[in-house]
């Protein structure tokens, strides 16, 4: 299959696409048709464990991608997580479910398209016949950054450097981007928001300069979060995943609709789920839960993405941006895959911070969503009540996306005209990984201390603390480099 940019003009094959990871043009690559899921198919994945159902989905992307050798792969970049399944489904008491997808190796959702990725772009390089190294720098608000440093720790022709927020990380992020092991790896802190390093990163993606500053130094650059759609397609498979164990467990029918609700951020897993939706699985409505920075929910109620806004650091940081990238992949998809119109979009959006869609795509942008936000004490009393009710602990992200939820579904009641659909709410990291925040909304207490506020939560919840937190906490501090936006560049260049 052949990939298109957003913005028009570029093509590329699938190993392009997962090597070069962004368009020449700055587009996002997306594919040149959206393969269908059938229902047969859907139901021979009933039968299926992760990784082969992972390797399916992922084949309908990617077909040069020989299907044994990427099925082994997966299987061993799996075995990695606690509990031998990437993506467990646990049904509440209140007929929601949550998709669990934090027991990888560092405890966050992006561990598992992360964790393939080696593979991925490695394979991609042989099938190019590419002989430069590549380099990945990554813009992160602590866990796309952190899960790519486990999993590319010591990769031979690789090197990863990570740019995250100084003051838009959690201290346990810090401690786990800070404490790295791996040679070819480095971190810098940067002073300013995800946003200013996600744009940094983009910056250099399209600079030739610094593609020059690496061909003489032997790299090629690629990326490594969601704008490289290898990492959506492997996205995608654990929303069908879930939608599967749904069957299987008998709480489901086939064909039977099934509400998401998502944390968002870049918005890289609700663009996952509309792409499921795009191929056949049943979903009903993707509900996109935001904190108070709530450029999406405005969005979807108003038709006009605006950016020029204030910023708030909160305590669900994965989800401070206020530039999501993925949203281009939506509005392309909403206008009818017109590439000139998102590139206007995306131009007016550079230079006003603002654009706003035709009305028949609000239409259908808001057929397929619902977004909404929840604010701090929101967030705080919908964590606490949870757990005192069914003695489950969330993370703050979760914490979101569980209180928006909850808005939707009483949404819902209110409407005679509404089916209440299964709901199922994505989980996106471990409560361990923001402890103080956990324990504050559990318990009402402050802590200074990460591992205070990890032994804390144990005694109240026992809750079991994942391994990778735990070994953490001895480990020295490696990076502790600290630039302004406009020097990002220059790091990346001393680090080749």
Request: proline letters at 5%; a negative charge.
């Amino acid at each position: 299959m052949q990939f298109l940019s957003t913005r028009g003009g570029a093509r590329a094959t699938g190993p392009e696409a997962v090597v070069y990871g962004i368009a020449n043009d700055g587009g996002l690559f997306v594919p040149e048709q959206i393969p269908a899921l059938s229902r047969e198919e859907l139901g021979d994945m009933l039968s299926m464990d992760y990784p082969e159902r992972a390797a399916f989905i992922f084949g309908k992307f990617f077909e040069e991608y020989e299907g044994e050798a990427l099925l082994a792969a997966l299987r061993t970049a799996y075995r990695k997580f606690e509990g031998g399944d990437p993506a467990p489904l646990v049904r509440m008491d209140n007929g929601m479910y949550l998709l669990e997808l934090f027991h990888g190796p560092t405890c966050a959702f992006q561990d598992i398209p992360l964790v393939c990725f080696p593979y991925l772009l490695q394979t991609g390089a042989k099938m190019l016949g590419l002989k430069e190294k590549i380099v990945l720098p990554i813009a992160s608000s602590g866990d796309t950054g952190k899960a790519a440093l486990e999993c590319f720790m010591g990769a031979e022709g690789v090197k990863v450097l990570v740019f995250y927020p100084e003051e838009g990380a959690s201290k346990m992020q810090k401690l786990q981007l800070c404490t790295q092991d791996g040679e070819n790896l480095n971190v810098v802190a940067v002073r300013g928001s995800f946003d200013d390093c996600q744009a940094g990163v983009k910056r250099m993606l399209r600079s030739e300069k610094v593609a020059s500053a690496a061909r003489e130094a032997g790299y090629r650059l690629s990326s490594a979060n969601t704008v490289n759609f290898a990492l959506i397609a492997l996205q995608i498979a654990y929303f069908v995943s879930a939608y599967c164990d749904l069957i299987t467990s008998d709480q489901i029918a086939m064909g039977d609709r099934v509400d998401f609700a998502i944390p968002t951020g870049n918005f890289g897993n609700a663009i996952a789920c509309y792409y499921a939706k795009r191929m056949g699985l049943p979903v009903g409505t993707i509900v996109c839960a935001s904190n108070k920075n709530n450029v999406i929910p405005e969005f979807w109620r108003t038709g006009t993405f605006e950016t020029r806004r204030p910023f708030f650091p909160t305590m669900s940081p994965s989800m401070d941006v206020l530039i999501a990238s993925n949203v281009e992949r939506l509005i392309f998809e909403l206008s009818g895959r017109n590439a000139a119109r998102t590139a206007e979009r995306m131009t007016a959006l550079k230079e006003t911070g603002r654009y706003s869609i035709a009305t028949d795509e609000f239409k259908k942008f808001q057929a397929d969503f619902f977004a909404g936000c929840s604010g701090e004490d929101e967030t705080v009393e919908c964590i606490y009540e949870f757990f005192e009710e069914y003695g489950y602990p969330m993370d703050t992200h979760t914490g979101v996306a569980m209180n928006v939820a909850q808005k939707y579904v009483e949404k819902k009641k209110d409407d005679p005209m509404s089916e209440i659909d299964p709901l199922v709410v994505v989980a996106t990291a471990s409560p361990y990984k923001f402890p103080q925040d956990v324990l504050y909304a559990l318990t009402g207490n402050d802590v200074k201390d990460s591992f205070k506020g990890v032994k804390r939560i144990l005694l109240h919840t026992a809750m079991k603390v994942p391994e990778p937190i735990k070994a953490v906490r001895y480990k020295p501090i490696r990076f502790k480099t600290c630039v302004s936006s406009d020097k990002m560049q220059e790091e990346l260049l001393k680090f080749l």
